[in-house]
Every structure is written in C-alpha cells, then in structure tokens.
C-alpha cells in the first residue's frame, strides 16, 4: 500500500485538463470541471484547460502543443475512449506516446471493475509519456474521473507517496534527450 510521507514537501505540478467532445462546452463540461477541480484542491495548478471536438488532428494540435510547453507537466483528457465511430482519444493520442504506460490502464480498470464491473471493459482507458509529460486518457463521465484521480493519479501526482511516485523521475524523463552519445560508440 501506498502512504505519505509528511516530512517531504508538496511539489505541485502544472496539470493541464483537455475534454473531448462534440457536445460539451466549458458551461456544462462535468467531467474537465471534475478534474480542474480535484486536482487545485490536491494543491496543483491548472496549466490550461480546454475542449476539442472528437476529431484525430484536433486532439493532436492540443497535446503536441501542450507537451512543447515548458508549462506543462502532466495532460489529462477525458472523453473519446470507448467504441463509438467517434471516440478517438486512443488512436490520436498514443502514436505520440514514447513510452506507454500499460500499468495505467491495468490500475483504471481494477478500480473501475470495483465500482461499475464488467461494463468497465467499454473504457479503452490509456497512458503514455511524450517529451517529458506525462498524459492520461480517462473515459468521459464525471465518475470515471473521480475514480481516476481519486484512485490512481492523485497519489501518484504527490511528490510525497512511497513507495515511488511519478514526480520524482520527472527530471530525468527526457535524460535520452540530454545525453550525448560516447566518444567511438557505435550502435
């Protein structure tokens, strides 16, 4: 099990919250607004937060942009994981991922199946890192984002869990970026 060490301090992150939808705008966007809410109330910071159509290049303008900026250390979407004709979170979002994060998905589904069963299995929920940020895919309703943040990014979002947290790798995310190749080495 996880816990908190008190003795650490809290580093907050800057977290940007990204809705996909055809049908949302900000007035009556329940599942951004949960996120926007959860985690300045975890003591992190809004970095941006915003709505994009169900749309491939759409999402992609948004996450490339946001995982340019210096601004941003983490992106949560939510919305455009299941199977409809439109749900294309996936498929814009993890040709950008360097590295994914299976254990993501795994962790999202244990809690889900907890609390909803086997309808979890309509969530094609996902992780990944791209250029030093981390980016969640959570599925469109307000409860699935509670669970997600609840349950899974909110402590791993905390410099202060043990027995490991995301936030304390953070610095050395992009360190294949930064390191030159030896001086006769040869791939």
């Known amino acids: 099990m996880t816990s908190i060490d008190e003795t650490k301090q809290f580093v907050p992150l800057n977290i940007a919250v990204l809705t996909v939808s055809d049908t949302r705008a900000l007035a009556d966007d329940k599942s951004g607004q949960t ?80 609390k909803i069963g086997t309808s979890t299995i309509q969530s094609r929920a996902t992780a990944g890192v791209a250029g030093a940020t981390y980016i969640f895919c959570l599925p469109g309703s307000p409860g699935a984002c509670r669970d997600g943040w609840d349950g899974i990014l909110k402590a791993q979002l905390d410099y202060r869990t043990r027995p490991c947290n995301f936030v304390e790798i953070m610095p050395r995310l992009d360190e294949h970026l930064r390191r030159p190749k030896a001086r006769g080495a040869t791939v």
């Open 35 to 114: 996120l926007a809410d959860r985690l300045t109330a975890a003591g992190h910071h809004l970095a941006a937060r915003e709505i994009v159509t169900d749309d491939v290049e759409a999402i992609r303008t948004v996450i490339r942009r946001w995982i340019a900026d210096a601004g941003v250390d983490v992106v949560i979407t939510t919305g455009g994981t299941g199977f409809t004709g439109r749900d294309v979170t996936p498929e814009a979002i993890e040709p950008l991922f360097e590295k994914r994060m299976d254990g993501f998905s795994i962790s999202f589904h244990m809690l889900s199946h907890a």
